[in-house]
C-alpha cells in the first residue's frame, strides 16, 4: 500500500493543476465577457474627435457634406471598429471648420464630369488637410489640377499637335486589336489617364506619392486603383503581363540617366509581347537629344510611333523639347 503513495500524491497534483488551470481560464472568459463595452471617462476620445458629426451647416452644398460626412455601415454596429459609421479619408475637417475654407463653395455646382468635378473636390480636400500656413492658394491649387477644363479633354479630343495623342488612337495600335485591358500610369498624379481609360473598359494601375496632398486616397475615390511608389523602385508586377504603360511628364531629364535607363527596362519588363508603352510628353533640352534617344531606342521597343517637337510655353530661346511615343515590346520577345 506503501508503495502506491508516491502515484496517489502525483495524481492529486496533476488534479490540482488541472482544476487551477480550468478555473483561470474561467474566470478569465467571465471578466472580458461582463467587460462594459464603455470605458472609463479618462481613457474614452475627447469629444472633439473624427467620430463627430459635422455641424449642418446650410450654406455648405449638400454634395460637399455628402463627401465629407460619416456614412453609416449597412450592417450597424461593427464591433471591430466600434462604430456603426465609416469616416470618410479625405475631407473631413473640412465641415468642422467652415470658416476657414479657403475656396469658392460655388465650384461644388460644376457638372458632375469626371475631370473637372473631381479635380476641384480634390483641390478643396488638399487647402482643408494641409495647414493653412504651408498650402497652396486656390489659384495655385487651380492651376495644379487644370480646372479651366483642358483636363476635361485631353487624351479624348483630337489635338492639332502631333505630340498630344489620343486614347483611342493608342488603343487602335495594339497588337492585336482590342487587347489592351490592363495596364499602370506612372505617376498619374489625380487619376484622370485611369477614368479616361475605365470609359474604355480598360483598368489602369495609378501610381502617386502623395506630394502636397492625399493623392491615393483621392485616386482610389474616384473608383480607380492606387499604387503609392516612386520611380526610383522596381514595378511590383510580374513579367509579361501588362498591356500598356504610360507615363506624362514624369518620366523627363530631372532623372539621372541610369535610374531612366532601370525605368525603361523595367517597363519593357512588366509588358507582355505586344504591349505598348505610351511615352508621353517627355521632356529635355535640345542638347540632351543625344542623351536620351538612344537610351531609349537601346531597350528594345519597338516605334510605332515616334514625335519630337518643342515646349514653348516657356520661350522658345530656352530650346526646351517633347517626345512622344508609343512603344511596343516586340512580339518575338517574351524574355
Known amino acids: 500500500m506503501d508503495s502506491l503513495s508516491p502515484h496517489r500524491h502525483l495524481s492529486l497534483s496533476h488534479l490540482l493543476l488541472f482544476l487551477l488551470l480550468v478555473s483561470s ?26 467620430s463627430s458629426s459635422p455641424p449642418s451647416n446650410p450654406s455648405l452644398p449638400s454634395e460637399f457634406l455628402a463627401f465629407t460626412s460619416p456614412q453609416p455601415l449597412p450592417f450597424g454596429h461593427n464591433h471591430n471598429f466600434d462604430s456603426a459609421t ?35 473636390y480634390s483641390c478643396k480636400s488638399f487647402a482643408c488637410l494641409v495647414d493653412r500656413k504651408h498650402s497652396k492658394s486656390f489659384d495655385d491649387c487651380k492651376d495644379c489640377f487644370d480646372l479651366d477644363g483642358r483636363e476635361k479633354h485631353r487624351w479624348v479630343n483630337p489635338s492639332s499637335n502631333p505630340l498630344d495623342f489620343t486614347i483611342d488612337e493608342a488603343l487602335a495600335a495594339a497588337s492585336p486589336s482590342g487587347s489592351i485591358r ?54 511590383p508586377f510580374f513579367d509579361n503581363t501588362l498591356d ?18 532601370f525605368i525603361m527596362f523595367d517597363v519593357y519588363r512588366v509588358l507582355r509581347p505586344g504591349g505598348l508603352f505610351w511615352l508621353d510628353h517627355f521632356f529635355f533640352v535640345e542638347e540632351q537629344m543625344e542623351e ?11 516605334k510605332v510611333r515616334w514625335e519630337v517637337g518643342r515646349k514653348l510655353d516657356r520661350g522658345p530661346e530656352l530650346r526646351e523639347m517633347y517626345i512622344s511615343a508609343l512603344l511596343e515590346k516586340p512580339l518575338n520577345d517574351s524574355w
Open 182 to 235: 490592363i495596364g499602370l500610369d506612372i505617376g498619374g498624379g489625380s487619376g484622370t489617364f485611369a477614368v479616361r481609360m475605365k470609359e474604355r473598359n480598360v483598368t489602369i494601375v495609378t501610381t502617386s506619392m502623395n506630394l502636397n496632398g492625399p493623392f491615393n486616397s483621392f485616386i482610389a475615390a474616384r473608383g480607380v486603383v492606387p499604387l503609392y511608389i516612386s520611380v526610383s523602385q522596381r514595378l
Open 25 to 50: 481560464n474561467l474566470l478569465t472568459f467571465f471578466l472580458f465577457s461582463s467587460r462594459s463595452t464603455s470605458c472609463s471617462p479618462s481613457l474614452r476620445t475627447p469629444s472633439i474627435s473624427l
Open 292 to 302: 536620351y534617344v538612344p537610351v531609349i531606342e537601346s531597350v528594345g521597343f519597338k
Open 86 to 120: 465609416l469616416h470618410p479619408p479625405i475631407g473631413l475637417p473640412c465641415p468642422l471648420f467652415p470658416s476657414d475654407l479657403p475656396f469658392p463653395l460655388s465650384l461644388w455646382s460644376l457638372p458632375p464630369d469626371n475631370s473637372v468635378h473631381w479635380s476641384a
Open 244 to 261: 500598356i504603360v504610360h507615363s506624362m511628364h514624369v518620366l523627363s531629364n530631372w532623372i539621372p540617366t541610369t535610374l531612366l535607363h
